[in-house]
Nanobody
Framework: QVQLVESGGGLVQAGGSLRLSCAAF????????MGWYRQAPGKQRELVAV???????NYADSVKGRFTISRDNAKNTVYLQMNSLKPEDTAVYYC????????????WGQGTQVTVSS
């Protein structure tokens, strides 16, 4: 069984920074893409950033230049450094990973709340 464990959410003032972490545990053979999504109240879940196993990254236009995704493959961990936070970044942030055990499957973390006050 595979589990994604997230940490690092919290309350921050506008202009501040937070760093989210997500570690994958279990019988993992390999990990393809790892990414972060977010869901604000009353809105659909949206992609924030994704990192492929080949090292490429992709970001939502709304976070480009402010957020940075990175990963430590030795630790099966993905990070999201969030700078210059805005109130509209307030959401529950979910980690997502495409993991191969005996087959590929997309796993989700439990979510971590990020609240940015104005």
């Amino acid at each position: 069984q595979v589990q994604l464990v997230e940490s690092g959410g919290g309350l921050v003032q506008a202009g501040g920074s937070l760093r989210l972490s997500c570690a994958a545990f279990g019988s993992i053979f390999s990990i393809n893409a790892m990414g972060w999504y977010r869901q604000a109240p009353g809105k659909q879940r949206e992609l924030v950033a994704v990192s492929t196993s080949g090292g490429s990254t992709n970001y939502a236009d709304s976070v480009k230049g402010r957020f940075t995704i990175s990963r430590d493959n030795a630790k099966n961990t993905v990070y999201l450094q969030m700078n210059s936070l805005k109130p509209e970044d307030t959401a529950v942030y979910y980690c997502n990973a495409d993991i191969y055990t005996s087959y590929y499957y997309v796993y989700w973390g439990q979510g971590t709340q990020v609240t940015v006050s104005s």
